[in-house]
């Protein structure tokens, strides 16, 4: 079977820097994404890594080490706005269709 | 505006009284699924579609049905709901991007639907 493990809650002060990291055990791997979700809202996508290496996007970057299985997100210049849930999600079985989500961490930045 | 769209938003039935939510997306999406979420569970997914007549069990698909007759559209059918299907439900849609290293499946998800099956 797939899993994914998370920190379930992070903190963290606004201006500052902070990483989620994510390691998985999967039966196929055809990358990892990251999506975001606000209280009462639908997750949306961040950043997807298939190759190792970093994804910079904005604020945002994403890594992958497949060797490891392990990736992270990190969030710079964090704001208020970025308090959410936060998914890493790997693709699985052919064509990338299934997608298994971590339980997902939840950021709460403080002034 | 470019968007999946579910309906009804909000719904509480009662064990046993079958019924169906609806997504559509006007995307041109070849790829549907339908995720559910608990708390301390996040998402998993309980069916998932690649195109039109192609559908496939997700992660938790004990007492869903799908069909995917047109593109646009992938309802999801509970015969017999009970208690335990009690959740928040997400329908998303995407194409494929290949890029390098494999192929993006971003997903866009629908606004939510929150079932209470007393």
């Known amino acids: 079977g797939q899993s994914l493990e998370q920190p379930s809650e992070v903190t963290a002060v606004e201006g500052a820097i902070v990483q989620i990291n994510c390691t998985y055990q999967?039966?196929?791997?055809?990358?990892l994404s990251w999506y975001q979700q606000h209280d009462g809202g639908a997750p949306t996508f961040l950043s997807y890594n298939g190759l190792d290496g970093l994804e910079e996007t904005g604020r945002f970057s994403s890594f992958l080490s497949r060797s490891d299985s392990y990736g992270y997100l990190l969030l710079q210049e964090l704001q208020m706005k970025d308090s959410a849930s936060y998914f890493c999600a790997v693709a699985s079985g052919a064509g990338s269709y299934q997608l298994t989500f971590g339980k997902g961490t939840k950021l709460s930045v403080i002034p | 505006e470019a968007q999946v769209t579910q309906n009804p938003r909000y719904l509480i039935t009662v064990t046993g009284k079958k019924l169906t939510v609806t997504c559509s997306q006007n995307m041109n999406h070849e790829y549907m699924s339908w995720y559910r979420q608990d708390p301390g569970l996040g998402l998993r997914q309980i069916y998932y579609?690649?195109?039109?007549?192609?559908?496939d069990k997700g992660d938790v698909p004990e007492g869903y049905k799908v069909s995917r007759k047109e593109k646009r559209n992938f309802p999801l059918i509970l015969e017999s709901p009970s208690p335990n299907q009690t959740s928040l439900y997400f329908c998303a849609s995407s194409s494929r991007q290949r890029v390098s290293g494999g192929q993006i499946n971003e997903q866009f998800f629908g606004p939510g639907t929150r079932l209470t099956v007393l």
């Open positions: 579609s690649m195109n039109v007549e192609v559908t």
């Open positions: 999967t039966s196929g791997f055809y990358g």
